[in-house]
Every structure is written in C-alpha cells, then in structure tokens.
C-alpha cells in the first residue's frame, strides 16, 4: 500500500489540536488564576503533611538498582504476550514458522535468565548490608 503525504494529515490536525488546548489551557490558567503571593501560600504542601528537614535526603542504591531491574525484568511481558497469544495460531498455518518462532523465545528467555543469574550472583537483591 503506497501512503500520500495526504493520508497523514488527519494525523497532523489532531496533533495541532492537542498541542493548541495545552497551550491555550496554560496561558489560560496564567492569566486567569489568583495572583495573591504570601509566605504561607508559596509554602511547599504536600498532602497535608508538613514538610521537615531537606528533600535531598540520601536514598540507598539498592532502591534505585531493584525499581530498574523491575522494570527490565518486567518488559519482557510486552514482548512475550503477543507471543505467546499468537503461537497457537503460527503453529496452524506452518509448523516450519512456528518451530523458528519457538527458538527465538527459548533464546530471549535464555538472556532473560543469563541476566538474572548476574544479578543474583552480584547479590543486588540482598538488602542485609
């Protein structure tokens, strides 16, 4: 199927649209929103709990390591979902497809578990200090 220039401008309108309501909607809120500052108002709240001390408090590596590792670990459902919901419908059509199909995942599932090994083995997972 060869695509116009053309085709993608409904595309481009709704982009314009969008970009011209959050602009429209920022200037609006500027020039409409209370102007009233005092040191009371310009506090920082947060959920009505008062806010003590410095916001730059050190936070171990350890939170930081395990949140991306999460989200390393977690992607691969993305990937293996569609996966996994096609592979019934790959092995009707042609066993041939569905068997490179079938290896290609045994080898990002074998990744997959080589890293995790790494973690493990590097102890990133154990909070005991």
Not at 52 to 69: C, E, H, M, N, Q
Request: net charge negative.
């Amino acid at each position: 199927m060869n695509y116009q220039p053309s085709d993608y401008l409904p595309v481009l309108v709704q982009i314009g649209a969008a970009l011209a309501f959050i602009v429209a909607t920022m200037l609006a809120t500027h020039w409409l929103g209370p102007k009233r500052h005092s040191k009371l108002k310009d506090d920082v709240f947060e959920c009505g709990i008062e806010s003590i001390g410095d916001a730059r408090t050190p936070i171990s590596v350890k939170y930081f390591l395990v949140a991306i590792l999460f989200v390393l670990f977690d992607v691969e459902i993305i990937f293996m979902y569609p996966w996994a919901v096609n592979f019934m419908d790959w092995i009707k059509t042609s066993s041939a497809v569905a068997m490179d199909m079938f290896l290609e995942m045994l080898v990002f599932m074998g990744l997959l578990l080589a890293g995790f090994i790494y973690v493990i083995k590097k102890g990133v997972l154990t909070w005991e200090k």
